[in-house]
């Protein structure tokens, strides 16, 4: 059964009501700003700030690169990044994504025949 998260305030802080059990898979959609060059998905351990809690994923396409960034925070260290790949989105425009979890990594995909919808 899928659990709807609908029009949550930005940035988003708060439980994955699915959890993070292998085969879980996390849909977010929305809209990309203009003024913005690039976005985040930080799939954190915790809501702690400082320390900073571990980051699973954080997975940010920047625009102006044109290139995803993929990561994680580790007892506050962030390993090796990741940034093979092209960005499908663009500024403006909506984004359609799904991020699957599997014991060890994550598989992202995103869909770029998106209806034009808001968030």
Same mark, same amino acid.
Request: net charge neutral; hydrophobic share 30%.
């Given at each position: 059964?899928?659990? =709807?998260? +609908?029009?949550?305030?930005?940035?988003? #802080? &708060?439980?994955?009501? =699915?959890?993070m059990? *292998?085969?879980?898979?996390?849909? /977010?959609?929305g809209?990309?700003?203009?003024?913005? @060059? &690039?976005?985040?998905?930080?799939?954190?351990? &915790?809501?702690?700030?400082?320390? !900073? @809690?571990?980051?699973?994923?954080?997975?940010?396409?920047?625009?102006? *690169?044109?290139? #995803?960034? !993929? %990561?994680?925070?580790?007892?506050?260290c $962030? &390993?090796?990044? *990741?940034?093979?790949?092209? #960005?499908?989105?663009?500024?403006?425009? %909506? /984004?359609?994504m799904?991020? /699957?979890?599997?014991?060890?990594?994550?598989? /992202? +995909?995103?869909?770029t025949?998106?209806? %034009? $919808?808001?968030?």
């Open positions: 059964m899928a659990i =709807v998260i +609908k029009n949550p305030t930005t940035p988003y #802080v &708060g439980p994955i009501p =699915v959890g059990t *292998e085969g879980a898979t996390i849909h /977010v959609r809209t990309t700003e203009l003024h913005h @060059s &690039g976005f985040l998905i930080s799939l954190q351990c &915790g809501s702690s700030t400082d320390p !900073r @809690s571990d980051c699973a994923l954080a997975f940010t396409p920047r625009f102006s *690169e044109q290139q #995803v960034g !993929r %990561n994680s925070l580790q007892n506050g $962030w &390993g090796l990044e *990741e940034s093979h790949g092209s #960005v499908t989105f663009r500024l403006g425009e %909506n /984004v359609d799904s991020i /699957v979890v599997h014991a060890g990594y994550y598989t /992202v +995909k995103t869909y025949q998106v209806p %034009n $919808w808001r968030c």
